[in-house]
């Protein structure tokens, strides 16, 4: 069984800075992309960057500037670093994977349980 644990929510002021970390372990563990979502009240979950093991990294536009995201490989864990963070952030925040299984030839999508950050003064 694989999964995802994510850490490192909490609150912010506008303007500051978090960083959110998600490890993956047991048959996931390193898997090739590890990404971020985030779901905000009312809405829909929205992606928000990817980093394949090489290092190749995606961001959305709407972070792109603010956030970076980077792994370290021996721990298995992805990073976000959020900077600038605004009230429109707030969020619950995602670690994602879609991981492909060579015994079973099947992608199987694991998610974590979730990391709050809310951005208040």
């Known amino acids: 069984q694989g999964r995802l644990v994510e850490s490192g929510g909490g609150l912010v002021q506008p303007g500051g800075s978090l960083r959110l970390s998600c490890a993956s372990s047991g048959s996931i563990f390193n898997t090739n992309v590890l990404a971020w979502f985030r779901q905000a009240p009312g809405k829909q979950r929205e992606f928000i960057a990817n980093?394949?093991?090489?290092?190749?990294?995606n961001l959305a536009d709407s972070v792109k500037g603010r956030f970076t995201i980077s792994r370290d490989n021996a721990k298995g864990t992805v990073y976000l670093q959020m900077s600038s963070l605004k009230p429109e952030d707030t969020a619950v925040y995602y670690c994602?994977?879609?991981?492909?299984?060579?015994?079973?030839?099947?992608?199987?999508?694991?998610w974590g349980q979730g990391t709050q950050v809310t951005v208040s003064s």
């Open positions: 980093m394949t093991r090489g290092g190749l990294a």
């Open positions: 994602n994977t879609d991981h492909f299984d060579y015994y079973t030839g099947r992608t199987y999508t694991y």
